[in-house]
């Protein structure tokens, strides 16, 4: 299995809601990425995993939540989200979280809030 | 700091003509180099990197690109593209070391094939 799955596909939301996305591999990989991608623009980093413990937050607003229970899953919780957080969100994994590895990304979830 | 520059926001080209998408990057250190591709409402999939040794890279689908160390670039190269081939492409930089070291992307290019 070579793939790394995102539920859901599309979510739509109100700046009152809690919500959660999720992603999962069996490839065996140690780090775990959350990425933002805006219409049109790369993706920004969001927040790094290593061995299940946080590695690197890129400054993101506390309404954005990461947990990763274990080395297969990786979770975003949301709450009180604005209308600019509407976005792609993608999630990656790579064996280790050095540089020369590639990452594998997700087909990502596409989040609109209202 | 390192910074990609993608200067070609659109390439439009014909099917079975050949296309090169241009990445030059600015580092004041060595670095690890990627290309990556995004189809239309999809994650985005590696085409090749460069880390080290040749400096002409093979990757999927039929793609290669060339590390120019003399002037920083890293272009993208088909010799006959697909109308498949449509889609964003990324090129990407991260600088060399241990522990996590973050991907710098380029602002894309997308190409266009048309029949």
């Known amino acids: 299995d070579t793939e790394v799955t995102q539920t859901p596909k599309h979510l739509v939301m109100g700046m009152t809601n809690k919500k959660s996305l999720k992603c999962e591999q069996h490839m065996g990989h140690r780090a775990m990425y959350w990425y933002k991608q805006k219409a049109k623009k790369p993706p920004e980093l969001m927040f790094v995993?290593?061995?299940?413990?946080?590695?690197i937050n890129e400054s993101v607003p506390s309404r954005f939540s990461p947990e990763c229970p274990n080395s297969s899953l990786l979770n975003l919780h949301l709450h009180a989200l604005q209308p600019e957080d509407s976005a792609l969100y993608l999630c990656?994994?790579?064996?280790?979280?050095?540089?020369?590895?590639?990452?594998?990304f997700g087909p990502g979830t596409r989040l609109t809030v209202l | 700091a390192q910074s990609v520059t993608q200067l070609d926001s659109q390439v439009p080209v014909f099917e079975e003509a050949p296309v090169e998408l241009r990445c030059n990057y600015s580092?004041?250190?060595?670095?690890?180099l990627f290309w990556y591709v995004q189809y239309p409402n999809q994650g985005l999939q590696l085409l090749l990197k460069y880390l080290s040794g040749s400096t002409l890279v093979k990757g999927i689908n039929g793609f290669e690109a060339e590390f120019n160390k003399s002037q920083t670039s890293f272009h993208l190269r088909k010799p006959s593209v697909h109308i498949s081939d449509t889609a964003e492409y990324f090129c990407?930089?991260?600088?060399?070391?241990?522990?996590?070291?973050?991907?710098?992307f380029g602002t894309g290019t997308r190409l266009l094939v048309s029949p």
């Open positions: 995993y290593s061995y299940e413990k946080l590695s």
């Open positions: 990656a994994s790579s064996p280790l979280a050095e540089s020369y590895n590639e990452q594998f």
């Open positions: 580092s004041s250190v060595s670095v690890y």
């Open positions: 990407a930089v991260s600088p060399p070391g241990t522990g996590f070291q973050k991907l710098v």
